[in-house]
């Protein structure tokens, strides 16, 4: 949003770059239903033009952010 992009032209960039990512798969993304590879957090960084660390959660909440993943994907 930030940038001014809808989900359409997002993916568009993305696969310029060369992963065939598809609209589907960045709603699943953005509502943190599938979670995103190394690889593919570099990809989604080089596209919004942004640090790594900015899609990261912050220090302090990484934790908590860590349970609920464990918890979401049943981890333990």
Do not use: H, N
Request: hydrophobic share 45%.
């Amino acid at each position: 949003e930030q940038r001014g992009l809808t989900q359409p032209m997002f993916v568009a960039k993305v696969q310029l770059l060369g992963w065939d990512l598809s609209r589907e798969t960045l709603a699943k993304i953005e509502s943190q239903i599938r979670w995103v590879a190394d690889c593919e957090l570099v990809c989604l960084a080089k596209c919004l033009r942004a640090p790594i660390d900015a899609l990261l959660p912050a220090k302090d909440q990484l934790p908590k952010s860590m349970r609920v993943f464990f918890r979401r994907f049943g981890a333990s």
